[in-house]
Structure formats: C-alpha cells, structure tokens
C-alpha cells in the first residue's frame, strides 16, 4: 500500500518553479559592453551577483577577469578557470583566505585596512612573495545621487580617506605588499551615465592629489561596480511588466573616452568590476500561481516560490517586475480563482508577511495555473536568498 502511495505522489505534477537564464543572450551584451570600453579600460566581473558555475564560464572568456570576495569564490574561479586573472576584495579577509588567495596566483588585493595590509603582508612574507595590493578608500563625499550608497557615509567597506597616511604608510613599509594603486567602490545601481561620470572624475581628482600627497604612483585604478540596472516601470506605465530605460552604455563609454584622456599617462590600467548590469537581465524567475484570493480588500497571488529563493525584492523593497503567462490547461474539478484588471499582492510559500514579490501592481487578467515570469533576476536573486526557511524544494535551473 505504501508502495502504491509513493508512485501516485509521484506522478502529481510539480508547479512550475524555476530560473531561467539566457546565456547566449549575456555573452552578447557582455561581448559589446566590453568592446565599447576606451583604451585602458578592463572590465572584471564581480561574481558576488551570480557565481552559478554556467554564468562564469559564459563570461570566463570575455571579461578581464573576476573579481572575487571569499574563499569560495576563489575556489569557483578557478574552477571557472585555471587561468582566469582574479582580483580578491571584500572586508573581513582571513590569513587562510589571503594564503588561498596567493597559493591560487590571485593577480591583487584590495587591501580594505590597515590591519589587513599587515595580514596581507604576513601571510606573503611566510610564503615567499610580495602581493600587490591596491588601497581601497572609503571617500567623504558628496557624491551624486544613487539608491544606495556604498560610501560617503559610514560603511564598513574601506579605508577612511582621513586615515589614507597610516595605510600609505604601512603599504610602504611593509615587506609583503607592493602598493599598486586605489580602489573605489561607491556607488549601488546607479542608472545616471552623467552622475557615473562626476564620480569618476571625482576619483580622478581625489587620486591624483593623493599621488603628490603620498610621493605614489598608481600603476591601476579600480574604479569599482555599480552600473544599474531599472526595475521600474516607464514613466506613466500602468504595465508592471515593462521596464524604463536602461543605463545608456553607449553614451556613457563615448564620455569616458574623453574623461579616461584626462587620467594621467602612468595609470596603466583603469578597472571596473561590475556584477548587476553584466547579468540581471539574462535571469527570469518563472512561478506557478497557486491561489488568488481577497482578504480584507487585498487581492493576493500566491506563488510557488517567493522570497527565498528571489529574495532582491524584499531586500530593495520594491515590486519587481513581471510578465503574466497565461496557461489554459486547468482541471475541470476544481474552481479557478482569478483577478482582472485590478491591483495584486503578490507573494510566495512562506509563513510570514514579509514574503512579498510585488505589492499592489495592477494586472490585465492572472489566474490561478498562470505562470509569472519575474524579469532581471538574473544578479543578486537566488545568490542572495534564505533557500532552506521552511524547507519546500529548490527551484529549477535552466541554462541555455
Ligand atoms: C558588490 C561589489 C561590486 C559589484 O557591484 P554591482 O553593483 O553589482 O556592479 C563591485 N565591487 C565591490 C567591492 C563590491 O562589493
């Protein structure tokens, strides 16, 4: 009897719950982002947005490298690559992670303190190397408007500009390290090419004062991620499955062409490493609709799937995106609850209030048996998410 129990659980059907990923469609994009960069210019990958093994084989090939924030990162990037150049960043870097980080021929460090530029430099030392690092720098601002911003206020990240001499310092003296140059990272999903481009000319203006300050030459600047990507529906849109322009590569590396001639002839390498324009918009989050209901004058659309697995939405607070996909087959027996052209919640299988997709976006039709189809999920959404709270299954990964 048992026997019998098992198969017909068997043969019930899964609901659709899955990530898809279009990887054609990133070596494309990624192919042109990179070609349009100006001389000097290299793009790493900051692998923190999605590490998924067919992402960075995908781009293993085009970028410069990747850039890396743990051990286990490393350990994907050289599994991605044996000759992958890596640059290891990141606060709160072990001795074992920074020994890794040397055993596996990691190209930099961005030294994030001056605690860790003794670490760095121990760890070298007992090796029989020197490391270059770069400095990163946590810089007092203003910067232009972005959503969030990753400095200017007080951050973890970084070396506070008032305190650069004692890095300078301890990067000169120390025999492991060999400084090579500042690391800044800024800015979180800014869409702005013209802000993108005052806060590399800030840079610019920052790190040449602080060559003559510190007697330094920079070999490479490292000017950071952060190039955005817009979950927003366009301007007057009631369609929440549109999306608004997008941050305008093209213009903004024909400025930096103009703006890059301007750095000084012996910064020999100008480095971005960005995660979420290279990827999210190669990611969909594809989910079953399993109820719809009214409680208390809120129309719900419960998924299979939610926060857990697409945890970005609650993180930003946002409605993300998404397209509805009408699927006719439904069994006869059952009732089939809908919404039409009213606002929806949506929300997922967890047994809290937090787990919230979309809050009160307006829908043309969704059913029960429909499938949502969440758009640029593909950076920070499975990567970021809680998967095991409340033990229900994994998504499905497809890749193509
Ligand atoms: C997260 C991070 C990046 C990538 O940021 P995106 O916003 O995804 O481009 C780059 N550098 C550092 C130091 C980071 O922490």
Excluded at 14 to 30: I, T
Excluded at 204 to 219: H, P
Excluded at 226 to 242: C, D, F, K, M, R
Aim: aromatic content about 8%.
């Amino acid at each position: 009897m048992t026997g019998g129990r098992k198969d017909n659980i068997a043969d019930l059907p899964e609901p659709v719950c899955r990530y898809r990923y279009d990887l054609v469609g990133m070596a494309e994009h990624v192919g042109k982002v990179v070609a349009q960069l100006p001389e000097r210019c290299r793009m790493f990958y900051a692998m923190k947005a999605n590490s998924a093994p067919e992402v960075l084989g995908t781009l293993a090939p085009i970028v410069a490298g990747f850039e890396v924030a743990s051990g286990g990162e490393i350990t994907k990037a050289r599994a991605a690559g044996a000759d992958v150049p890596v640059v290891f960043g990141g606060p709160a870097k072990t001795p074992a992670e920074i020994a890794q980080a040397l055993d596996a021929g990691v190209v930099r460090f961005h030294a994030e303190s001056v605690l860790e530029l003794h670490r760095i430099s121990a760890v070298a030392v007992a090796a029989g190397r020197v490391a270059d690092v770069l400095i990163r720098v946590n810089l007092a601002g203003p910067f232009p408007p972005a959503t969030i911003a990753m400095a200017g206020g007080a951050t973890q990240f970084g070396i506070d500009e008032s305190r650069l001499g004692d890095a300078m310092h301890a990067a000169a003296e120390l025999p492991g390290v060999r400084f090579a140059g500042f690391h800044l990272h800024s800015l979180s999903n800014n869409l702005s090419p013209s802000a993108h481009l005052e806060m590399l000319t800030l840079y610019r203006d920052k790190i040449t004062g602080w060559e003559r300050r510190f007697g330094v030459r920079c070999e490479v600047v490292n000017v950071g991620g952060g190039i955005g990507v817009n979950y927003l529906p366009p301007t007057g849109s009631a369609s929440h499955g549109e999306v608004g322009p997008q941050f305008d590569w093209p213009s903004f590396t024909s400025e930096l062409d103009r703006l890059v001639a301007t750095f000084p002839p012996h910064w020999a390498e100008v480095d971005f490493e960005c995660g979420r324009f290279l990827v999210a918009p190669f990611g969909t989050y594809e989910v079953e609709v399993l109820d719809v209901k009214r409680n208390h004058g809120t129309q719900y659309v419960v998924v299979r799937g939610g926060t857990h697995h697409f945890r970005l939405p609650a993180s930003w607070q946002h409605s993300h995106p998404f397209r509805v996909r009408a699927v006719d087959d439904w069994p006869d027996a059952l009732p089939r609850p809908a919404a039409t052209g009213s606002a929806v919640t949506v929300v997922g299988e967890l047994c809290t209030p937090k787990d919230v997709l979309a809050r009160d976006v307006v829908v043309d039709h969704v059913r029960a048996g429909d499938v949502l189809e969440f758009v640029h999920a593909g950076a920070y959404g499975w990567e970021i998410s809680h998967h095991d709270f409340l033990s229900h299954p994994h998504p499905e990964h497809v890749f193509r």
